[in-house]
């Protein structure tokens, strides 16, 4: 029998998968832990109990949380629910703008932003424009195409096959098209179309192959031609799918019926697409051609532009990037998601985005060693952590990215390429997460609970979700203002004291005793358990193994539950040479932990402790060195 003393002094690889039982090899399992439930985990390497959610407001119904960053004084966040955009300030409700967007076209909605416009793109929607204006107030509507002389410099393509001809019946005025093949519909009604570089506006449709027109331009004859084509984006045809703004140009990434075709604008005209002469400044086209499909799904500026297609990654390059220079590259073949739109996020210099078979998080980085991008598996160790990303976002403030998932629960990543730290814990709240989003420094949820879909903030200065704040000078016993928690048990802490959960009734609760601040809101709880002692340098590897002794090494912490062999159990937590005061506030405690345990596991792939706690105060854990008897 042997003695062994383990010092764990960082959690820096996150909650590992259960696959990593095997491998004591690895410095992730020294690093990492069987279970991390609702804790943030420091770059340092310690680990804290999450911050909780403050109730904001009611929307109107599922959807997606947006950010709108007008100055760094001016940050809103957009709730887009069903026909409708909530604009909403510092947390306070601001207005709400109409759309065209029902609930179940919210997934595929793609944005990006340049000053005061943010603009909006979905593959059978006229792509829209949101605008702040002058005064505070909100518009949003169609995109308007640079227009001189009646004649539009929007993308145009010709859809129907090389050998149909158009022959025009006059060359000015109201005259017809007609077609060598089926080509019309009733929704080409007022789509433009160029014959002979000529555009001419579709009024009336007669047949699959006739069509009334009004020239715009004069034609040059009335020949029958096969140099016509019409504008890429339409009803017919389908509308734009993702955006990005790139070297002063706005790019265009794909269409419903073009999925793996780039368009670029003039450069500083952004809604100017004339390909004109290929000068250098003029816009820019072309098609993605592989071995493979090449759905666009996303387009990112970066270092380069880059390219996330259903099939792989590439770049775009060109340094300015002008019709000559222009260069597209394979990186890596991935893939991105497919049946939602999950925009990549920046961080440090990388790009983060989902994978197509939505159990990986990857990495898109340039290496100057290479002059290419990779793409790493940032969720290799942790995959059952993914499953089913909804949303994603990356908060700079605490340097966590968020995301939501499927089943209502969400995770968050700690990522310091720097430190090669990359921890993944998973959160879950008595709801469903469907929407994240960060707007400034401030992280918003979209969670339904019970039914109601609530915009929630996360507050450091709470641990408790879905929570309000009260004070009252005098002090009181009904607080009112709860009607988000009808029915629902509440946690409270009243005067820094934590109180027996009670009932929303009539949306309020009353206390016992007059509180003058009050805490109020849903508890969740935080779980801790390392992975197994590695036992890979004892003679044998041990049949049996017993915790004797435990210290935890603990920061501003005011409540701790633990099991070391006994069930879980409430340390009492005092400053050293201090007593505990029954009735009073607890203290924030700070220092070692010493804990003795009891019983012999023979179960070596059980955790030998284990940390669970609901209570609605702060926890953090810095350490824990370990006294181990191993029975040989």
Do not use: C
Request: proline fraction near 4%; hydrophobic fraction near 40%; avoid cysteine.
């Amino acid at each position: 029998m042997s003695r062994i003393r383990q010092v764990k002094t960082t959690f820096t690889a996150g909650e590992v998968s259960r696959d990593l039982l095997g491998r004591g090899d690895l410095n992730a399992y020294e690093n990492g832990a069987l279970t991390l439930r609702n804790m943030f985990i420091h770059p340092t390497g310690g680990i804290t109990r999450r911050s909780g959610t403050y109730y904001i407001d009611e929307a109107e119904g599922n959807g997606r949380l947006i950010p709108f960053e007008f100055n760094t004084q001016q940050t809103y966040l957009l709730v887009v629910t069903d026909e409708l955009i909530s604009v909403y300030l510092n947390g306070s409700f601001v207005t709400n703008i109409t759309s065209p967007w029902g609930a179940e076209d919210i997934a595929q909605l793609a944005w990006t932003q340049s000053a005061d416009t943010l603009l909006l793109a979905h593959p059978d929607y006229p792509p829209k424009q949101l605008l702040r204006q002058s005064g505070g107030t909100w518009l949003l509507q169609d995109w308007s195409f640079f227009t001189d002389n009646n004649k539009t410099y929007q993308p145009f393509y010709k859809f129907a096959g090389a050998q149909v001809t158009l022959t025009p019946s006059g060359a000015t005025g109201t005259i017809t098209l007609t077609a060598s093949e089926d080509v019309f519909i009733l929704a080409h009604e007022n789509v433009r179309m160029r014959v002979g570089g000529k555009e001419v506006l579709i009024t009336d449709y007669q047949s699959a192959t006739v069509v009334t027109v009004e020239t715009q331009e004069d034609l040059i004859d009335t020949a029958a031609t096969i140099d016509w084509q019409e504008q890429a984006f339409s009803a017919v045809h389908g509308y734009p799918i993702t955006l990005a703004f790139h070297q002063d140009r706005l790019v265009i990434g794909g269409s419903r019926d073009l999925p793996n075709r780039i368009w670029f604008s003039k450069s500083g005209d952004l809604f100017n697409f004339d390909l004109g002469e290929g000068l250098d400044d003029e816009a820019i086209e072309f098609a993605i051609l592989s071995d493979q499909v090449n759905a666009i799904r996303a387009v990112f500026s970066g270092r380069h532009l880059q390219v996330f297609t259903s099939g792989a990654e590439w770049m775009v390059t060109g340094s300015p990037l002008t019709p000559s220079t222009v260069q597209l590259l394979r990186q890596t073949r991935i893939g991105s998601v497919i049946d939602r739109y999950i925009p990549p996020i920046d961080v440090d210099g990388a790009t983060l985005f989902i994978a197509r078979n939505m159990q990986e998080i990857r990495e898109f980085l340039y290496t100057d060693v290479e002059q290419a991008y990779s793409s790493t598996d940032l969720a290799l160790l942790s995959r059952h952590i993914i499953k089913d990303p909804l949303d994603q976002d990356y908060d700079k403030k605490r340097r966590l990215l968020f995301i939501s998932r499927g089943d209502g629960k969400f995770a968050t990543l700690t990522v310091y390429r720097a430190e090669q730290v990359a921890a993944w814990t998973v959160h879950d709240t008595q709801g469903l997460v469907k929407s994240i989003s960060v707007v400034g420094d401030e992280v918003y949820m979209l969670v339904e609970r019970d039914g109601q879909h609530l915009i929630e903030l996360f507050d450091d200065e709470t641990y408790m979700d879905s929570s309000l704040a009260g004070e009252d000078e005098e002090g009181a016993t009904v607080w009112n203002g709860l009607d988000h928690l009808e029915g629902q048990s509440v946690d409270i802490i009243a005067d820094d004291i934590r109180l027996d959960p009670l009932t929303v009734t009539n949306g309020s609760i009353t206390l016992s005793a007059p509180a003058n601040n009050v805490t109020i809101g849903l508890s969740f709880t935080h779980i801790v358990e390392p992975l197994p002692p590695n036992l890979i340098g004892e003679s044998g590897g041990g049949r049996a193994i017993r915790l004797v002794e435990a210290i935890f090494r603990i920061e501003q912490t005011q409540a701790m539950r633990i099991d070391v062999g006994r069930g879980l159990q409430a340390v009492p937590l005092k400053q050293i040479g201090e007593d505990i005061v029954l009735d009073a506030p607890p203290p924030s405690v700070s220092g070692d932990i010493r804990l003795r345990a009891l019983g012999w596991v023979r179960d070596l792939t059980k955790p030998l402790w284990r940390i669970e706690q609901s209570d609605p105060r702060p926890f953090t854990l810095l350490s824990v060195t370990s006294e181990i008897k191993v029975n040989d």
